[in-house]
């Protein structure tokens, strides 16, 4: 079996400061770790994802998780806030074929 | 390719109504998931497919859901007698084999 813990359910943070998303998972065997973005009024979009190789990871839009197996943690972290960036975030777990998904953390940008 | 689609988008019901949603995977992705998402909750899984073949069924899906997925293309879930509690979003996703699932904009089922 396995699960995903997301500690926050709502982050409110200014533009241009620095945000961290927090993301515990349990897993009896090797697993895949995502996070997903899910805009207002949009489907789920990937983030990032760790497979194996490097412990971090990138998105294209400045967001980095670090996957660290000792504490079964994938944080997410971006270092300066847009705007833009007000959506709902969803952290994931896998074992090849289903997801199983944290309750979210509303992260909430203010100018 | 445009991506998943759903179809469709909001579907209002009475309770005990039967409603039958659709989903178009990527062409080319073998495999095909459905998801259920209520408010405030992350999406958990209900049923997935490898081309035509119904793999794993979560125990969410009670006999009163039905996902078909005919010659490996669309697919189809079906609830009968809905419920109250079946008001949610419905997710559809694909991938190919056990990559990066995408997934559609999702049916927001209401149930009165």
């Known amino acids: 079996a396995q699960s995903v813990t997301q500690l926050d359910s709502q982050v409110p943070v200014f533009e241009e400061a620095p945000v961290e998303l927090r993301c515990n998972y349990s897993?009896?065997?090797?697993?895949?770790l995502f996070w997903y973005v899910q805009y207002p009024n949009q489907g789920l979009q990937l983030l990032l994802k760790?497979?194996?190789?490097?412990?971090l990871v990138e998105s294209i839009n400045g967001f980095e998780a670090e996957f660290n197996k000792s504490q079964t943690s994938f944080h997410l972290r971006k270092p300066s806030v847009h705007i833009s960036d007000t959506a709902e975030y969803f952290c994931a777990v896998s074992n090849d074929y289903k997801l199983s998904f944290g309750a979210g953390t509303t992260v909430t940008v203010r100018a | 390719d445009t991506g998943v689609s759903q179809d469709p988008r909001h579907k209002i019901t009475k309770r005990g109504q039967n409603v039958t949603f659709r989903c178009d995977p990527i062409?080319?992705?073998?495999?095909l998931y459905w998801y259920r998402q209520t408010l405030g909750q992350g999406p958990e899984f209900l049923t997935y497919?490898?081309?035509?073949?119904?793999?794993?069924k979560s125990r969410l899906l009670s006999d009163r859901f039905s996902a078909e997925r005919p010659k490996g293309s669309f697919s189809t879930l079906e609830i009968q007698r809905t419920e109250q509690g079946d008001s949610a979003m419905y997710l559809c996703a694909s991938s190919e084999g056990g990559n990066e699932q995408f997934f559609g904009p999702g049916t927001r089922l209401t149930v009165l």
């Open positions: 497919f490898q081309n035509e073949a119904q793999l794993e």
């Open positions: 897993s009896s065997v090797s697993v895949y």
């Open positions: 760790y497979l194996s190789g490097s412990t």
């Open positions: 062409s080319e992705h073998n495999r």
